[in-house]
C-alpha cells in the first residue's frame, strides 16, 4: 500500500513538472508574454532547476535545451528513485 501510494505521488510530481517544462518552452512561442501571470508561475516552479544546467551548457544560439536536459535527468532520477523505493518498501 505505501509503495504504491509513493509510487503514484513521485509519478504524478513528474508528470506534472514535465508538463510545466513543456508548457514553459511552448507557450512563449504562441506569443505569451513572460509577464502573464501563468508564464511566471512556469518561471518560478522551473527556473530552480534550469539554470544551472543552463550555466553549464554552451549557447547554441536561439536554441535552448537546458529543458530536454532536464527531462532526461529528472526521468533517471526518477527510475532510480522507485527503484530504490521498490527494494525499501516491498
Keep these: ?12 510530481l513528474l508528470t506534472l513538472y514535465t508538463l510545466a517544462l513543456i508548457a ?16 511566471r508561475l512556469l518561471w518560478n516552479i522551473t ?10 551548457l554552451p549557447p547554441m544560439g536561439q536554441l535552448d535545451l537546458s529543458p530536454a536536459v532536464l527531462l532526461l535527468i529528472l526521468w533517471i ?11 525499501l518498501l516491498l
Design 1 to 12: 500500500m505505501a509503495y504504491t501510494l509513493t509510487y503514484w505521488m513521485v509519478r504524478t
Design 24 to 39: 514553459r518552452a511552448v507557450l512563449p512561442m504562441l506569443g505569451v508574454s513572460y509577464a502573464h501571470p501563468a508564464m
Design 47 to 56: 527556473e530552480p532547476l534550469l539554470h544551472p544546467i543552463r550555466r553549464r
Design 77 to 87: 532520477a526518477a527510475s532510480i528513485l522507485l527503484q530504490i523505493l521498490g527494494w
